[in-house]
């Protein structure tokens, strides 16, 4: 009998291996993938359980526990895929009450064969499909900032924008984590954005400055937007601005004064179809370039620090 549900201990895809491969591994055989912590919605099996529980604190085993006690209490039949084994109490557990065991590698079969019956040596295929390439449109859009800043409502009128005016695009984006942030943060995000632009959006992680500077040379536009307005210490546009890439954002009265719509950088909202014209990014592009050299450079901060 087929798998009901693969149930995992890592459901955070951007963070780990184990959740992406437990999630592809459900697409192959068209059915759920759900966290340990949904293990009580369970009614019937086989089930298969995706773990690696050598990266989960002590409270997270207890819970792990109580779910696969749960299983056996109302006789739900489950098969384990092991990612890595720990020799723990809890790992054995589970394996006991266990139908078949899948080991993801060698070294974790040596470890288990002789004390369970049904180990049986399996692997884990690429989780990079061979599909997911870099892939450029008639408009390239690039998107970097802090993950926990993403203002998503504003990334909404952009896909309804280009979808208004038919527009080809592809969006680049790329998060970094704020010190007092946390992954999470990202996981969330994606999601939502993913299910915003669909087949459009490609995340790209956290990159370096210098492979900031490449897709900022080949995007035609970066997009970076604020819960109220752009300010004159959101760095990110000015990284742009400063690469001659075009900048669409967010503006209000607090934005900095030299900085004008159409001119040398595009608010989201008085933007048009001629806006994003890819001649008219160029210009923009050009003349915030010149606009943030001669406003905001480190020679007039480092003078007003030390004016008397």
Same mark, same amino acid.
């Given at each position: ?6 149930? +995992?201990?890592? +459901?955070?895809?951007?963070? #780990? ?14 059915? #759920? ?25 002590? #409270? ?5 526990? &109580?779910? !696969?006690?749960?299983? !056996?209490?109302? &006789?739900?039949? *489950?098969? %384990? ?11 054995? *557990? ?14 974790? &079969? +040596?470890?288990?064969?002789?004390? *369970?019956?049904? %180990? ?8 990079? @499909? ?13 998107? /970097? ?8 409502? /504003? ?12 527009? @080809? ?24 954005? #993913?299910?915003?632009?669909? &087949? ?14 490449? /897709? ?30 075009? %900048? ?26 001629? @806006? ?18 001669? *406003? ?6 480092? @003078? ?5």
């Amino acid at each position: 009998m087929r798998f009901r549900f693969i149930i +995992t201990s890592h +459901t955070n895809q951007c963070l #780990s291996g184990v959740a992406k491969f437990s999630s592809l591994l459900a697409q192959h055989f068209g059915i #759920s993938c759900i966290g340990l912590e949904e293990i009580f919605k369970v009614r019937r099996g086989p089930v298969l359980l995706s773990l690696k529980l050598t990266d989960n604190h002590d #409270s997270e085993l207890k819970k792990i526990k &109580k779910g !696969v006690n749960y299983l !056996v209490r109302k &006789k739900v039949a *489950y098969d %384990v895929f092991l990612h890595a084994f720990g020799d723990s109490r809890i790992e054995h *557990y589970i394996l006991k009450r266990s139908r078949k065991i899948f080991c993801g590698n060698k070294e974790i &079969k +040596t470890k288990i064969e002789k004390r *369970y019956n049904y %180990v049986i040596l399996a692997w884990c295929p690429a989780l990079i @499909d061979r599909d997911l390439i870099l892939h450029e449109e008639k408009i390239n859009i690039f998107s /970097f900032g802090m993950a926990h800043k993403i203002q998503v409502r /504003f990334y909404k009128k952009v896909k309804e924008l280009f979808d208004e005016y038919g527009l @080809d695009y592809s969006l680049w984006v790329s998060t970094a984590f704020h010190e007092k942030a946390n992954f999470g943060d990202f996981h969330s995000i994606s999601k939502q954005l #993913s299910s915003i632009f669909k &087949k459009h959006i490609q995340f790209l992680g956290f990159l370096s400055d210098e492979a900031v500077n490449y /897709f900022l040379n080949k995007a035609d536009l970066f997009i970076a937007f604020f819960k109220k307005g752009l300010r004159a210490n959101n760095t990110s546009v000015f990284a742009a601005m400063n690469r001659g890439c075009a %900048v669409l954002t967010n503006l209000d009265m607090y934005s900095p004064s030299w900085i004008e719509h159409r001119i040398n950088i595009l608010d989201i909202n008085q933007v048009s179809i001629k @806006d994003l014209d890819k001649r008219i990014l160029r210009k923009i592009g050009i003349r915030g370039k010149k606009d943030v050299n001669r *406003y905001f450079n480190w020679q007039q901060l480092r @003078d007003l620090l030390l004016k008397d």
